[in-house]
């Protein structure tokens, strides 16, 4: 299993009128037995004007969660997390 996270603020790269009040993107593909798995478009936009913070873990299985990152963004004095979990699942 490979999993790939890109954090992309559309502002840094001059297409901030493009993107309107939302240019944050968290693009994630997981790739697992040859098949991938991305996220994309809409799915892809995070809620906040600005990044204000990042953290990474060492990846743990809890339950059937891993944590992989957490983001943190902001609109004014408005604070956003966003998570990046893996979850499992049975096949069934």
Same mark, same amino acid.
């Given at each position: 299993?490979? #999993?790939?996270? *890109? $954090?992309?603020? $559309? %502002? &840094?790269?001059? /297409?901030? &009128?493009?993107?309107?009040?939302?240019? /944050?993107? @968290? @693009?994630?593909?997981?790739?697992? =037995? %040859?098949?991938?798995?991305?996220?994309?478009?809409?799915?892809? #936009?995070?809620?906040? &004007?600005? /990044? =204000? +913070?990042?953290?990474?873990?060492?990846?743990?299985?809890?339950?059937?969660?891993? +944590? $992989? @990152?957490? #983001? &943190?963004?902001?609109?004014?004095?408005? @604070?956003?997390? +966003?998570?990046?979990?893996? *979850? *499992?699942?049975? =096949?069934?």
């Amino acid at each position: 299993m490979k #999993v790939m996270g *890109q $954090l992309v603020d $559309l %502002g &840094e790269i001059g /297409l901030a &009128e493009a993107a309107g009040k939302r240019p /944050l993107r @968290l @693009l994630v593909r997981l790739t697992v =037995a %040859g098949g991938t798995a991305p996220i994309r478009g809409a799915e892809s #936009v995070l809620e906040g &004007e600005t /990044l =204000a +913070h990042t953290a990474e873990v060492e990846p743990a299985w809890a339950g059937d969660e891993m +944590h $992989l @990152l957490t #983001v &943190e963004t902001r609109t004014g004095n408005r @604070l956003y997390s +966003h998570y990046v979990l893996l *979850q *499992q699942e049975d =096949a069934n």
